[in-house]
């Protein structure tokens, strides 16, 4: 089994920048992929980024694209996400999750598609 835990998150204002973390343990060899989502509160949890374990190839939220950056750093079982000219629009928890199995680059962005996943961590950003 894979488990996966964030850290990172915490209060900025406007315009500043977060890198969330998500290390990865167990067996993560049957990683086929990394994503980050978001839920604001009453929201529905959304796609922010997804990074392919093997080949690197990303995925964006149109919203965050320029402004976020999905790595992975696969030596040591992490993956990062680094958020510039964050908005008060992206106040949310964010969770990593992650796919084991290769039909998830069929739905990159559908959170059905990962199987395990963090327990969050909060990001507010002021205004």
């Known amino acids: 089994q894979v488990q996966v835990v964030e850290s990172g998150g915490g209060l900025v204002q406007a315009g500043g920048s977060l890198r969330l973390s998500c290390a990865a343990s167990?067996?993560?060899?049957?990683?086929?992929?990394m994503g980050w989502f978001r839920q604001a509160p009453g929201k529905e949890r959304e796609f922010v980024a997804a990074i392919n374990w093997n080949n690197g190839v990303t995925n964006y939220k149109d919203s965050v694209k320029g402004r976020f950056t999905i790595s992975r750093d696969k030596a040591k079982n992490t993956v990062y996400l680094q958020m510039n000219s964050l908005k008060p629009e992206d106040t949310a928890s964010y969770y990593c999750?992650?796919?084991?199995?290769?039909?998830?680059?069929?739905?990159?962005?559908?959170?059905?598609?990962?199987?395990?996943w963090g327990q969050g961590t909060q990001v507010t950003v002021s205004s």
């Open positions: 999750a992650a796919a084991l199995g290769s039909s998830w680059i069929l739905r990159p962005t559908n959170k059905m598609a990962y199987d395990i």
């Open positions: 167990g067996r993560t060899f049957s990683t086929a992929a």
